[in-house]
């Protein structure tokens, strides 16, 4: 069945906040529909983006002296790997994993927002129609991170094997964690990288490759029915992560949302399949400071009509299966700029559910 978000708000994982339980007040109080926990990247090396979801990754080496992490891989690491492997399939084997993935767990270390916002929602003792979790892709994850030599991991199969596995169990982890307060899970898999694809940069990365290893996260996510979302803040070719199988787009809107329409054949099979859009249509930037509830309900509008001419779908229906968020993170920002990114969220998705008959 054909899940009806209806516009309702949700936001990327960064805060600039050092204080955790300031960071809750402000996603409990702009997110009644899907709250998510605060990634708090102030709060020092282990809260950065890829480094946040290394924990428990074999021969993965913080060095915090240079403010860098790295693999090892030189050496034997068959046996390191060998111990990955069977924590790996005693819990994602298809017929006999147990689903328990603990072993890739996101410990207090790693993320102070992650036990203070389960022990929230412990203490309110009530379901949410959605809980939003999130990772770093596999591909910003193994084409950001390097192995000792600074060369990037994505470009050594056997560990960027590891990544990926890796990041599907942490889904999986975070899944099951949340799930008991949620009607139903959103697991963003962050993959910033992807607005890069096809430059010289990136240019021995193939489509295929892309296609496969966002595929296998998915397929993680799905298997304990959870929601999969790709957030990807920059252009990039939004009929890869169609064909990897996501339920959710999420797209900078306000700077790129009419790129999404460059695809019409594909995105309406997917719109009309149940995908969903969540249109990043809130600035993560000082531009939110010339913003109002109005300024954005119209970009808003204007992008779901355009999306609607280009595919002949009904916009009521994009609508109905819509959310949304910030076009990005906030955690590059100073506080009193993100604090007013979830103020607008706060008000808009109220705004355009209302004036949209949602």
């Given at each position: ?30 997110l ?49 790997f060998a111990l ?16 328990d ?25 009530r ?31 056997e ?5 990926v596995?890796?990041?599907?169990m ?24 992807l607005?890069?694809?096809?430059s010289?940069t990136?240019?021995s ?5 892309v ?13 304990d ?15 890869i ?26 995105v ?15 600035p ?14 119209g ?11 280009k ?15 910030p ?32």
């Open positions: 069945m054909t899940i009806k978000t209806k516009c309702i708000a949700t936001a990327i994982g960064s805060f600039p906040h050092r204080d955790v339980g300031k960071a809750l007040d402000i996603i409990f109080g702009a009644p529909d899907a709250p998510l926990w605060p990634q708090l990247p102030k709060q020092g090396l282990n809260e950065q983006m890829e480094i946040q979801y290394s924990e428990g990754m074999p021969r993965a080496v913080i060095d915090r002296d240079k403010g860098r992490m790295y693999f090892d891989t030189s050496g034997d690491y068959s046996e390191d990955f492997y069977e924590s790996y399939m005693a819990a994602m084997d298809p017929s006999e994993g147990s689903g993935c603990s072993a890739m767990a996101i410990s207090s270390e790693f993320s102070k927002g992650l036990p203070e916002f389960e022990s929230r929602l412990r203490k309110e003792g379901k949410y129609p959605f809980i939003k979790v999130q990772t770093t892709g596999p591909c910003s994850f193994a084409l950001t991170i390097t192995d000792e030599s600074k060369r990037a991991v994505y470009y050594n199969e560990f960027r094997d590891v990544v596995k890796a990041l599907a942490k889904c999986r982890w975070q899944i099951r964690k949340f799930a008991p307060f949620a009607d139903k899970v959103i697991c963003f898999i962050d993959e910033p990288i607005s890069a694809f096809g010289s990136y240019i990365v193939k489509r295929e490759e296609v496969g290893l966002i595929a296998e996260v998915v397929e993680a996510v799905h298997s029915s959870a929601i999969a979302g790709v957030h990807c803040c920059g252009n990039t070719d939004w009929s992560l169609i064909d990897a199988g996501v339920d959710l787009i999420n797209l900078d809107a306000f700077s790129y949302g009419e790129t999404i329409a460059l695809y019409p054949d594909a309406s099979g997917f719109i009309t399949s149940g995908g969903l859009i969540a249109w990043g249509i809130v993560t930037s000082i531009a939110i400071r010339e913003q109002t509830v109005a300024s954005l309900a970009r808003f509008m204007d992008l779901a009509s355009n999306l609607a001419s595919t002949g779908i009904d916009r009521q229906l994009i609508l109905e299966q819509s959310l949304i968020t076009s990005c993170g906030t955690g590059s920002l100073g506080e009193s700029d993100a604090e007013a990114v979830f103020d607008m969220l706060r008000r808009l998705s109220p705004h355009v559910r209302e004036t949209s008959g949602l």
